[in-house]
């Protein structure tokens, strides 16, 4: 089954402009005669022109004065937009940062409590080697490249191990509460 497309289009072009004698008979105004060229596509290649002359009133222009305004109103709020997206997305950024700090120093927190010789003492051998892994995972993460794509899945493997070994310890992570500024409601996710 072949399908096919049919692209017609038509446009009209004002080649040039000339003042005509008489006034038009609807406003009153002066009128100006007009060489046109009307051109048809099909599928984007012109396959007919007719060239022809057309009284053009002098109003045109004031017909087409809300065409101006409306694509003067686009420009601007366009360019406000551009403007507003910039400010929205250095916000983000920073909230997003700033999220991404806090999970870190979490993290090391819990990594450096995991480690003390105290407790490395009772732990099993699987555990130290989520242990280790999960502080080379810290250590890995680039903390002054925020354009690193690596990031998000160094993130996931994260939260991965910490699962693991808050599971392997018997620590339900609802112990793991953070008391600072995002309250256990955010979208914080350990």
Known sequence: MAIFCFLVDQRKQVRGRKPAAGLCSRCGGGAVVADMRTSTRFCGVPFYRKAWKAIVYIFDCILRLEETHIQQGFDEGYEAGLASGREDARHLG?????????????????????????????????????????????????????????????????????????????????????????????????
């Open 94 to 190: 920073l909230k997003l940062g700033f999220e991404t700090g806090e999970l870190l120093g979490f993290y090391k927190g819990c990594s450096s409590l995991w480690n003390s010789p105290a407790l490395l003492a009772h732990l099993s051998p699987q555990l130290h080697k989520h242990l280790h892994d999960f502080q080379a995972l810290l250590d890995k993460f680039p903390m002054m490249d925020p354009e690193d794509e690596t990031k998000d899945e160094i993130k996931d493997g994260l939260r991965v191990k910490f699962n693991i070994i808050c599971a392997s310890l018997g620590v339900p992570k609802k112990q793991l509460v953070y008391k600072g500024y995002p309250n256990p409601s955010s979208n914080l996710d350990f």
